[in-house]
């Protein structure tokens, strides 16, 4: 038990996580290609047209995963700044200031694939539904955390700020779903739910499962490569990095 | 199988633009970021290697 | 306990000092719900489903420009190191200035509401409801705010993050404090949109404060 502690610490340190990020990388990037291929196949070629979207309903099989990932993303990220806060270990800043980007990237992707499919489906491009208003509102939360980050120039300080907005946020996307899907129903809004095709056939869920698997195989890898760049960034005047293999090439 | 021809997958039944619009996008993007990603990895190697070839000089 | 009062009456005493800034976020939200009827028509059907959105999104845009004076100017002269070094709890006098805070931004905007509800054409009952609202509503942002104030203490560009920061965090307040009034307008009844309101008030000032003392420790260090 003891052994599994001291290991587990000894990856916290960026030193030693960051040839161990750059072993797993590669694998990562296998898994996202090999879940996109047959997710995108499920997707075209065995899901079958929907009897009352058409074709236009395969918008779901990446605007699904994306909505989900930017959600689970922003989680992730806030467990990581929660750690970084509590045990005051510098990896965990770098995978918070890592992970926001791609999390903003599929809040954008979750809205403008939602946009897209909104189109033909609702006949407007934008619909004050419920769950495009609250992708929004995190989209905003994303880049509240990287505006503040960005604007901290001293790395320590930056993190723990972040991670007090990211707690701060985590605790109120619940809130700011449920208010937004009352104002929603309050104002009847559109009853249609993008989610809610009426006959889910089995096909279609595997599709977007496998979907949502590469999309998270993906956030990782680039979390992951992203998080070597901060740790160069951040470790540049130390001994080890001066003594990478990259580095004397 | 859905499709009888190329030409009808690509008409995506009269929905291409909005289809061909999400998943194009979403590709780009999903290309560009580790591109970018790559290219902000290898300017801090840059800088750190030129880093270490100035003191190099400086004290051989 | 006496601390926080001290505090409170010591930021008052300030902020009558400097009238000035306390009327200026005054007349902005009075300025902004008046342009409102200017950009969009005078029909007062039109006016009145309005009215709850607007006076609530210029309390909210209201509440913003005074957020930088809630550390700021005590962060200059040194005072906020003082009062994290102070045997007092932080947490206690960082209450007291949110507080004064309120008094100072927030209570005015409530008393305003109902002339600015006026010309609006809101019949007494949603008056009343909005004040209500108001009432519960402003301290929330207040106490919102000041996390965001915390965050962004001596950040260069502060003025301009912080709202990115907080105004996301508002939505809820906006939501039920405007949809009370709209709720009422409708015959539908505000209980519940203020008893929710009141919960995310009694959540804020749990938790806000804890949250603000964390963040101005960090800034500080």
Redesign the interface.
Known sequence: MSNRLISWFKYASPQSFYPLAGRMIPWFWALTAVFGVIGLWVS??VA??DFQQ???Y??IF??VP?AWMSMFLYVVMATWAGLGLALNTRLSGMMAQAIA??GA?MA??SL??GA??G??MWGAWWVWDARLTSALILFFLYIGFIALQAAIDDARRADKAGAILALVGVVNVPIIYFSVKWWNTLHQGSTINLAKAPSMATTMLWGMLLMALAFWM?SI??AL??V??II??RE?HTEW??D?N???? | ???GSPAE?FA????A???W???G??AV??IL??IL??K??SS??R???R??QA?ILENP | MNAVLAIIRRDLLLAMRRKSEVLTALFFFIIVASLFPLGIGPESALLRTIAPGVIWVSALLATMLGLARLFAPDHADGTLEQMVLSPTPLGLLVTGKIAAHWITTGLPLVLLAPVLGIQFDLDVGALGVLVVALLLGTPLLSLIGAIGAALTLGVRGGGVLVSLLVLPLYVPALIFGAGAVESHISGLGAGGHLSLLAALLALAVFFAPWATTAALRISLE
Not at chain 1, 246 to 249: L, T
């Open positions: 075209f070629f079958p047209t058409g074709e236009g395969r918008i990446i605007h994306a980007p791609t990237l954008f992707l403008w694939t897209l499919w189109k033909p993906y890898a680039v490569t992203r070597r760049a160069l960034e540049a990095v001066k990478l990259e580095v004397k090439a | 199988m859905n499709w997958f995506m039944g009269g929905y633009l909005y289809v619009g999400s998943f996008v979403c993007l999903m970021e580790p990603v790559r902000r990895q801090i190697l800088i750190l290697r880093e270490r003191e």
